[in-house]
Nanobody, 124 residues
């Protein structure tokens, strides 16, 4: 599976962005998909994940209620709708795919495929 993330950019605090992650490969629908982010000088952290069927979603506490992850298996694409953006959301956002169990969706090591990342900058 190859992943290509897009949709990042510069946005003012309180604004919205929608990230997309396009995947190649016929087995996309079998994988859990996750979004992770890494801010300058910080470790990579979990943002959101969605299981293969799309019925189960998971969020970091810091984004719960503001971000929504979804997927379109027919288009091999996963989305991250980000609303009410804060300065602390500034980071490089990467999408990932993997065969995960429920308890492991939060961990980067559970994902075997990664996209290149897209930069989100939130300004005041």
């Amino acid at each position: 599976v190859q992943l290509q993330a897009s949709g990042g950019g510069l946005v003012q605090a309180g604004g919205s962005l929608r990230l997309s992650c396009a995947a190649s490969g016929r087995t996309f629908s079998r994988y859990s998909m996750g979004w992770f982010r890494q801010a300058p000088g910080k470790e990579r952290e979990f943002v959101a994940a969605i299981r293969w069927g799309g019925g189960s979603t998971y969020y970091a506490d810091s984004v719960k209620g503001r971000f929504t992850i979804s997927r379109d298996n027919a288009k091999n694409t996963v989305f991250l709708q980000m609303n009410s953006l804060k300065l602390e959301d500034t980071a490089v956002y990467s999408c990932a795919a993997g065969n995960t169990i429920v308890s492991s969706v939060y961990y980067a090591r559970s994902y075997g495929y990664w996209g290149q990342g897209t930069l989100v900058t939130v300004s005041s």
